[in-house]
């Protein structure tokens, strides 16, 4: 339906409305006219009728005069009265009626003023007669004037009535004129309106039949549209102005991976699909081209694009986006897509071929089978370098181009037999190059078939095989000598393994080594040469794998010999490629290392022997002193004890013998608990327990406890401590411990002398600083001799040293030692008769992680607890 | 009169810290194992437990361990002794709760100290 055939509807329906208007209008008018008319009209009866009544009133009234005036009857006098009267009343109505008519109310106040004067004369003139005066009543009335003014009034009334009744006429011809009227215009407008209804009426049914018929053709169209779409194969997607899709095919939803369109409809495509490049970065949708089309109205392609698939994978695309228009107002787009990845992929794999053509040393060539000779059309680069031929000089030649008087003619004709018999054909023949020289050459033809079977093309290659003939030679000889070489081996066996398992060659070693021939071994599986429990477990198909994998396997094993003596092994697995690197084959060298092996086993035996004694040796020693300690504990403690009841109850004879159970009591004590601390350290069993600590009050505890010893031999004791000496981080009852031992030495060995103690901290070149105790003193001194043996457990400078100074004489061993595990030294300096020096070195910090030392973490303590604890080794140095 | 709570299973060593201390004046309580030096810290009053830490059974570290857990107990000073002159030793006994350490063989004396140092600031009011 057109806007057009719309607007004639409406001016249609304009000009209806319009006319029934004017109708409307114009019959009011008429019947307006008519309803003025029919009551001027039934007014006018009503003053005619007012008139008459009037008349009438006048003719009773002449009637009574004339009855008084001729018989002079009283009662007369009554009937004049009351027709006076009456004609007063009429009088007055016709008066009112006149109101409202100009024309007429003059002549009727005219006529009621003069009918009003008449009625007073005749009064008058019959009051005469009732005064007897009936003749001059007589006289007077047939007197001329009054008469005369009687037939004027009579004339006036006549004239009103005339008037009335010509007025009367008019109105009621105006009234039928106006029904006429009314009639009439009402006619022509129904009609009118009719037959433009009518017209309307048959233009709306054209208007619907032609939008049924465009609605039918439409919903054809539609459906057919669809159909094509449906049944396309490429992708297709309406979106509107907003990008949101509109309709999509089945084809995009499949390429797309979507299973119903629901999934898609009413969703921003370019949110959907379109959304990401490929390299991951964001496809702003005012960059992209598809949103362009909106803006533009401008159609687009995109060749090298991706849409992004529902599973989040991606196609390679080409689409076209047309803009959807009606009446110049871009409405939307429609978008259509092929998946152009096996297209992208055929072209990948054409190029792959193309290259590899290119690249390979073959010389390819193609020909035409389409004619009977078979003319090339296409050769390779290494075609041109390998013949001097160019694609130029031999395109439309054929294969004879490479055949010469000395290419043997048999292999011609198998080739020439090949095409025509459109089968594969390879032949060995001389061939010519451009320049006459010739080569041994490979040739082989295979026909290419068409989808339909056919054969559309021949493919031929052309091999050089000229150099390869010479090379076969110079290996053989260059194989020959290294298997002179291998074979001449006497102290390895060298031999292969194929990819079998089987044994492929045999060195003058191998056959050494596990006494068989090579005629013997020689395809024999390599398995036989291991011992039967390696050969359950697979040790020789694992080793293989673990070369072929690795690119080498070594091991030592027990192997067998022929005689079915065993021997140990070292050997090495190797796998064998060839320049492609395809596995060939494995070589394996062998190498008895029988006699190493046993003096290797002897001396890890032997080793480990010692180990265990020593372990013993210790692990003896640590309960025997734990289980000597616990009766001279009692031995010291009941010796203590008796020793104090005897002061106590003044038994003073006893006491020098109590003292002397219980100092040797202790004696012994010190002894075993020396030994138990060197067994300790000797099976790696003595911890460091490392805490901070203030230096210079352990020196002092140290000192005081020392200075009795020193006393004993009249030793003076000197110490020089620096204020700042500050405190040290290590295991604080072995430097006490160590200090003791060297002080209580000095103690020993020196009568009536001085011994020094210096105390300070130095940092050496590497930052780390470092603690040095200095006990000197001016004794007996050692010899260079004695120093030798001094930190020799069990070993004093002089036997009878100990008998004559006590001690255990591992003291300065145990303190070496404590001080060793804590990173440091002790070092002595001596002369005889000159005394010595000995310095306690050690780090201000101990590390808490010290190889082969095992330490335990110490709170830092607090001084009171830290005081107490370096006098538990008291009884083990002193006397 | 302070009351010492002796658990050792040495016979000898028992006997003669008993009678040690009896001389100076403690009354002591002993106790031959882990069991029983438990039970009889929880039954009677006393002002000081010498524990030996090697005892058949419970050990000394479980029984300190034990007793410092008991609110009732807890208050009670412990004294480790033993034989082991290994610094794990005494870390394990001040980590199971005792108040204080000394190595046997025993220098009276100086448990005397140690002694006197843990009961006597519990027997003088507090300033």
Same mark, same amino acid.
């Given at each position: 339906m057109s806007r057009f055939s719309e607007t004639k509807l409406a001016w249609g329906f304009g000009l209806v409305l319009t006319v029934l208007a004017a109708n409307t209008l114009i019959s009011f008018g008429d019947l307006a006219e008519l309803r003025i008319n029919t009551y001027s009209a039934a007014h006018s009866r009503d003053i005619l009728e007012a008139i008459e009544n009037v008349a009438l009133a006048f003719k009773d009234v002449e009637t009574a005069r004339r009855g008084v005036l001729v018989d002079g009857n009283p009662n007369d006098f009554d009937a004049f009265d009351g027709a006076a009267h009456s004609l007063t009343d009429e009088l007055e109505v016709l008066v009112h009626l006149a109101e409202d008519r100009p024309d007429q109310y003059r002549f009727c106040l005219l006529l009621q003023k003069t009918a009003l004067a008449r009625l007073d004369e005749l009064r008058a003139t019959l009051n005469r007669v009732q005064a007897g005066e009936l003749e001059a009543a007589r006289a007077e009335f047939s007197a001329e004037p009054i008469r005369a003014r009687l037939k004027s009034l009579y004339e006036l009334t006549d004239e009103i009535e005339s008037r009335e009744l010509t007025f009367h006429r008019t109105r009621v011809a105006e009234r039928r004129s106006s029904i006429w009227r009314a009639f009439i215009t009402f006619s022509i407008a129904s009609t009118l309106a009719l037959v433009l209804i009518g017209s309307i009426y048959a233009l709306l049914r054209r208007y619907l039949s032609e939008r049924s018929r465009a609605d039918r053709t439409l919903r054809e169209s539609e459906a057919r549209v669809r159909l094509l779409l449906d049944s396309a194969g490429e992708g297709v997607y309406g979106v509107d102005c907003e990008g949101v899709c509109t309709f999509c095919n089945p084809a995009a939803l499949q390429?797309?991976?979507?299973?119903?369109?629901?999934?898609?409809? #009413?969703?921003?495509m370019h949110d959907l699909i379109h959304h990401t490049h490929q390299d991951g970065q964001t496809f702003e949708v005012h960059n992209c081209p598809i949103f362009q089309t909106f803006r533009t109205g401008q159609g687009t392609l995109g060749e090298e694009?991706?849409?992004?698939?529902?599973?989040?994978?991606?196609?390679?695309?080409?689409?076209?986006?047309?803009?959807?228009? %009606?009446?110049?107002?871009?409405?939307?787009?429609?978008?259509?897509?092929?998946?152009?990845?096996?297209?992208?992929?055929?072209?990948?794999?054409?190029?792959?071929?193309?290259?590899?053509?290119?690249?390979?040393?073959?010389?390819?060539?193609?020909?035409? !089978?389409?004619?009977?000779?078979?003319?090339?059309?296409?050769?390779?680069?290494?075609?041109?370098?390998? /013949?001097?031929? /160019?694609?130029?000089?031999?395109?439309?030649?054929?294969?004879?181009?490479?055949?010469?008087?000395?290419?043997?003619?048999?292999?011609?004709?198998?080739?020439?037999?090949a095409f025509r018999e459109r089968r594969e054909a390879s032949v060995m023949m001389?061939?010519?190059?451009?320049?006459?020289?010739?080569?041994?050459?490979?040739?082989?033809?295979?026909?290419?078939?068409?989808?339909?079977?056919?054969? /559309?093309?021949?493919?031929?290659?052309?091999?050089?095989?000229?150099?390869?003939?010479?090379?076969?030679?110079?290996?053989?000889?260059?194989?020959?000598?290294?298997?002179?070489?291998?074979?001449?081996?006497?102290?390895? +066996?060298?031999?292969?393994?194929?990819?079998?398992?089987?044994?492929?060659?045999?060195?003058?070693? +191998?056959?050494? $080594?596990?006494?068989?021939?090579?005629?013997?071994?020689l395809g024999q599986g390599a398995d036989l040469l291991t011992t039967p429990e390696d050969r359950l477990a697979g040790v020789t198909a694992r080793e293989l794998d673990r070369a072929e994998a690795t690119g080498r396997a070594d091991d030592e094993r027990w192997y067998l010999r022929q005689d079915g003596s065993r021997f140990f092994a070292s050997v090495l697995v190797t796998p064998v490629r060839d320049e492609d690197g395809t596995l060939l084959g494995y070589t394996k060298v062998a190498r008895d290392i029988t006699e190493s092996k046993r003096a290797e086993a002897e001396l890890l035996a032997a080793k480990e022997a010692a180990e265990v004694a020593n372990r013993a040796k210790s692990a003896f020693l640590t309960n025997m002193?734990?289980?000597?300690?616990?009766?001279?504990?009692?031995?010291?403690?009941?010796?203590?004890?008796?020793?104090?009841? +005897?002061?106590?109850?003044?038994?003073?004879?006893?006491?020098?013998?109590?003292?002397?159970?219980?100092?040797? #009591?202790?004696?012994?004590?010190?002894?075993?608990?020396?030994?138990?601390d060197l067994s300790k350290i000797e099976a790696g069993r003595m911890d460091l327990y490392l805490e901070t600590f203030d230096l210079a009050a352990l020196i002092r505890n140290t000192l005081a406890t020392i200075e009795p010893i020193a006393e004993r031999n009249g030793n003076a004791l000197r110490a020089e401590i620096p204020d700042d000496l500050g405190s040290m981080h290590a295991d604080q009852t072995k430097v006490s411990q160590s200090l003791l031992n060297l002080l209580s030495n000095a103690a020993k060995f020196t009568e009536g002398g001085t011994i020094t103690l210096g105390a300070s901290r130095k940092l050496d070149q590497g930052g780390v600083e470092w603690i040095l105790l200095e006990v000197t003193?001016?004794?007996?001194?050692?010899?260079?001799?004695?120093?030798?043996?001094?930190?020799?457990?069990?070993?004093?400078?002089?036997?009878?040293?100990?008998?004559?100074?006590? #001690?255990? #004489?591992?003291?300065?061993?145990?303190?070496? %030692?404590?001080?060793?595990?804590?990173?440091?030294?002790?070092?002595?300096?001596?002369?005889?008769?000159?005394?010595?020096?000995? /310095?306690?070195? $050690?780090?201000?910090?101990?590390?808490?992680? %010290?190889?082969?030392?095992?330490?335990?973490?110490?709170?830092?303590?607090?001084?009171?607890?830290?005081?107490?604890? !370096?006098?538990?080794? $008291?009884?083990?140095?002193?006397? | 009169m302070a009351r010492i709570l002796l658990v050792e299973d040495n016979e000898l060593n028992r006997d003669m810290l008993?009678?040690?201390?009896?001389?100076?004046?403690?009354?002591?309580?002993?106790?031959?194992?882990?069991?029983?030096?438990?039970?009889?810290?929880?039954?009677?009053?006393?002002?000081?437990?010498?524990?030996?830490?090697?005892?058949?059974?419970?050990?000394?570290?479980?029984?300190?361990?034990?007793?410092?857990?008991?609110?009732?107990?807890?208050?009670?000073?412990?004294?480790?002794?033993?034989?082991?002159?290994?610094?794990?030793?005494?870390?394990?006994?001040?980590?199971?709760?005792?108040?204080?350490?000394?190595?046997?063989p025993i220098d009276f004396p100086r448990l005397l100290g140690k002694i006197q140092a843990l009961i006597v600031p519990r027997c003088q009011p507090v300033e």
């Open positions: 390429l797309l991976g979507y299973r119903s369109a629901d999934e898609v409809l #009413g969703r921003n694009d991706f849409f992004w698939r529902a599973d989040g994978t991606n196609i390679p695309v080409e689409y076209r986006a047309h803009p959807i228009r %009606r009446d110049g107002e871009t409405l939307g787009a429609v978008v259509t897509f092929v998946d152009v990845a096996p297209k992208r992929h055929a072209e990948t794999e054409m190029r792959l071929r193309e290259r590899a053509l290119k690249a390979i040393a073959q010389g390819v060539f193609i020909t035409d !089978p389409a004619r009977s000779d078979e003319p090339i059309i296409y050769v390779n680069a290494a075609f041109e370098r390998l /013949t001097g031929y /160019t694609q130029a000089d031999a395109s439309g030649r054929n294969i004879d181009l490479l055949t010469g008087p000395e290419t043997d003619p048999h292999a011609i004709e198998e080739l020439m037999a001389l061939s010519y190059r451009k320049d006459g020289s010739t080569f041994w050459d490979a040739l082989t033809i295979a026909p290419v078939e068409g989808p339909d079977g056919l054969v /559309t093309h021949f493919v031929g290659v052309v091999t050089d095989i000229t150099r390869p003939k010479q090379d076969v030679e110079r290996i053989r000889i260059s194989e020959e000598r290294l298997r002179l070489m291998i074979e001449s081996v006497r102290e390895y +066996a060298i031999f292969a393994i194929d990819l079998e398992g089987r044994v492929s060659s045999w060195n003058g070693g +191998a056959e050494r $080594l596990f006494g068989y021939a090579e005629s013997d071994i002193s734990h289980e000597l300690r616990t009766p001279l504990n009692a031995i010291i403690g009941y010796g203590e004890m008796l020793e104090e009841e +005897a002061r106590e109850q003044g038994l003073a004879e006893f006491v020098p013998d109590l003292t002397r159970i219980h100092t040797s #009591g202790k004696h012994l004590l010190a002894l075993i608990n020396d030994l138990l003193d001016d004794g007996i001194g050692m010899t260079r001799e004695e120093l030798s043996r001094l930190f020799r457990p069990f070993v004093q400078a002089d036997a009878s040293t100990t008998r004559k100074y006590g #001690g255990t #004489g591992l003291g300065l061993t145990i303190s070496r %030692r404590f001080c060793e595990m804590m990173g440091g030294s002790i070092r002595v300096e001596s002369e005889p008769g000159q005394g010595s020096t000995f /310095t306690i070195r $050690l780090p201000a910090h101990v590390p808490d992680q %010290r190889p082969g030392v095992s330490i335990s973490q110490g709170l830092d303590h607090k001084e009171g607890q830290a005081a107490t604890w !370096p006098g538990s080794y $008291l009884s083990k140095t002193t006397n | 008993s009678r040690r201390l009896g001389r100076r004046g403690f009354a002591v309580t002993i106790a031959n194992d882990g069991r029983q030096g438990l039970d009889a810290a929880r039954s009677g009053h006393h002002d000081l437990i010498l524990m030996d830490l090697s005892l058949p059974g419970l050990d000394g570290w479980t029984v300190a361990r034990l007793l410092k857990e008991d609110p009732a107990t807890r208050r009670i000073p412990i004294i480790a002794l033993t034989a082991h002159a290994m610094s794990g030793d005494r870390e394990r006994a001040l980590e199971a709760g005792c108040d204080d350490y000394d190595t046997k």
